[in-house]
């Protein structure tokens, strides 16, 4: 997929659900457009739509479709926007976009194009943004795509393994249970795994590390019962903004039915500034039975600590 593409037209209407007509420029700034019927403080400020993708529609129809037509604020070309992720930006001379959604449910009674023709592209292929930094953007402007990688931190936590005694499973497991689950979405994984002895000093110093390089999610493996050297909840506690007992509530619940000891898990779940942090126990059966349940909220909470409430 190519990173470099440019803008074919820019369009406006100045009320929802009509089909948006191209002008010589726009200009952006925190509220999206200036004078588009969608600019606001919210998450949809712009529209972008690839010409590609609308030359296969009209292929399919049998029919012209002209810039706006689909309702997108800007339509470019030379970038695979089915590639593209929430979170991933744009770069068009100033302005800087950041993508919010991808695709949207079509109201068919209020969508000009819609009601002529009984399709839309705009709700499979369309990308929503908002503007980080404004400014003006014309047809012809280059257009930079800059993709998102998800950065992902797992901590092996075990004087045994840290001092080469046996090897880790645990952190392998892990990173191949979190590979497989992301396998099939938008999102671009980093992970990096680590194994550290049980020591809160050498634990705080990485876990401060990576939130300060901006790393999305950490698990940490292993620390979480009520052994002498189990140290790992309350040293995460210390350099954490909030904490999010649900998870963990419901982890120690499901399983301690079955398995009494599991309850005996002091496992967490928190947050410092965008970075999650989950504390999880060391075994692989565990590593399993945590990450099921932890990454089936994952990717919404990286939303939300983004601002983005999106249901």
């Known amino acids: 997929m190519s990173n470099k593409g440019q ?8 009320e929802k659900g009509t089909i948006k007509k191209p002008v010589s420029e726009i200009s952006l700034d925190h509220c999206g457009i200036v004078g588009d019927a969608h600019a606001g403080l919210w998450h949809r400020q712009v529209s972008l739509l ?3 993708d609308i030359d296969f529609f009209v292929k399919e129809i049998r029919r012209k479709i002209a810039p706006g037509e689909f309702a997108e604020n800007i339509t470019l070309s030379g970038i695979d926007l089915g590639k593209v992720a929430i979170l991933d930006r744009f770069h068009i001379g100033t302005v800087e976009l950041e993508v919010t959604q991808i695709g949207k449910r079509c109201h068919g009674d209020n969508c000009a194009i819609y009601q002529e023709i009984g399709k839309c592209v705009m709700p499979k292929k369309g990308l929503f943004c908002r503007v980080i930094n404004g400014g003006k953007i014309k047809a012809g402007d280059s257009v930079e795509y800059i993709p998102k990688s998800l950065q992902v931190l797992i901590i092996t936590l075990s004087d045994r393994a840290s001092a080469g005694e046996y090897s880790d499973r645990s952190g392998p497991k892990a990173r191949q249970i979190i590979e497989e689950h992301f ?4 999102w671009r994984l980093k ?3 680590i194994i550290l002895a049980d020591d ?3 634990l705080t110093e990485k876990l401060n590390g990576a939130i300060d390089s901006h790393t999305d999610v950490i698990f940490t493996l292993g620390g979480t019962g009520i052994g002498p050297r189990d140290i790992t909840p309350e040293t995460i506690a210390a350099i954490c903004d909030k904490t999010i007992p649900g998870i963990m509530e419901n982890i ?5 039915k079955e398995k009494p000891f599991a309850l005996l898990s002091r496992s967490i779940a928190a947050m410092a500034g ?14 399993e039975e945590y990450l099921t349940e932890i990454l089936k909220t994952v990717e919404h909470a990286i939303l939300m600590v983004h601002g983005l409430d999106v249901h």
Request: no cysteine; aromatic share 4%; proline share 2%.
């Open 191 to 193: 992970i990096n795994n």
């Open 252 to 256: 120690r619940i499901k399983y301690g």
């Open 183 to 186: 396998a099939d979405k938008r």
């Open 274 to 287: 965008k970075t999650q942090i989950y504390a999880l126990p060391g075994s692989v059966r565990a590593v």
């Open 50 to 52: 690839a010409q590609e």
């Open 7 to 14: 803008v074919i037209s820019v369009n406006i209407s100045e």
């Open 200 to 202: 809160a000093e050498q």
